[in-house]
T-cell receptor, first 110, second 110 residues
Framework: KQEVTQIPAALSVPEGENLVLNCSFTDSAIYNLQWFRQDPGKGLTSLLLIQSSQREQTSGRLNASLDKSSGRSTLYIAASQPGDSATYLCAVMEGNDMRFGAGTRLTVKP | NAGVTQTPKFRVLKTGQSMTLLCAQDMNHEYMYWYRQDPGMGLRLIHYSVGEGTTAKGEVPDGYNVSRLKKQNFLLGLESAAPSQTSVYFC?????????FGSGTRLTVV
């Protein structure tokens, strides 16, 4: 059974800092890995999707990497802003199912 | 606006009562999903559908039933609600690798 773990569970940083969120998974037989953002009381918004054959994806200040052999992914956020405060979830897709981590709650202080 | 709409947004049930959560999507997506999100546990798949008239069990299906009579609608039913079903429920639809999530239904069973 696939297990997805995210560390840390919560993170607080001052504005402007670069930061890394971590995601690990136990079974490397995945189709893809996605990073989502969730704001309080809202649904999930997809940030980046990395196909199993890819190593990384970039969108603006966000960069996500994937290392299938080690079962790890990182989400790098450059020059963090208060508007980045949210919960970030990673999810791996296998078959018709997507397995989620519990998320990292990020707070960026002005 | 195209997307996934969930109704209701909030509901309080008494133990033993029944209810149906409605998910509607207007993007002509084949796949639809119901997840529950509990504190510290991420999203867990309850049931899903790969097309009109089909349903399949996910990771935590017990106590729930679903129906997909029309392609655009995916209904989640609780026949006899229990306090353990207190959660936030998310519906999602998918075409290819792109997921679209609804904004969630917060259900409390007392």
């Amino acid at each position: 059974k696939q297990e997805v773990t995210q560390i840390p569970a919560a993170l607080s940083v001052p504005e402007g800092e670069n930061l890394v969120l971590n995601c690990s998974f136990t079974d490397s037989a995945i189709y893809n890995l996605q990073w989502f953002r969730q704001d309080p009381g809202k649904g999930l918004t997809s940030l980046l999707l990395i196909q199993s054959s890819q190593r990384e994806q970039t969108s603006g200040r966000l960069n996500a990497s994937l290392d299938k052999s080690s079962g790890r992914s990182t989400l790098y956020i450059a020059a963090s802003q208060p508007g980045d405060s949210a919960t970030y979830l990673c999810a791996v897709m296998e078959g018709n199912d997507m397995r989620f981590g519990a998320g990292t709650r990020l707070t960026v202080k002005p | 606006n195209a997307g996934v709409t969930q109704t209701p947004k909030f509901r309080v049930l008494k133990t033993g009562q029944s209810m149906t959560l409605l998910c509607a999507q207007d993007m002509n997506h084949e796949y639809m999903y119901w997840y529950r999100q509990d504190p510290g546990m991420g999203l867990r798949l309850i049931h899903y559908s790969v097309g009109e008239g089909t349903t399949a069990k996910g990771e935590v299906p017990d106590g729930y039933n679903v129906s997909r009579l029309k392609k655009q609608n995916f209904l989640l039913g609780l026949e006899s609600a229990a306090p353990s079903q207190t959660s936030v429920y998310f519906c999602a639809s998918r075409q290819g690798v792109g997921y679209t999530f609804g904004s969630g239904t917060r259900l409390t069973v007392v």
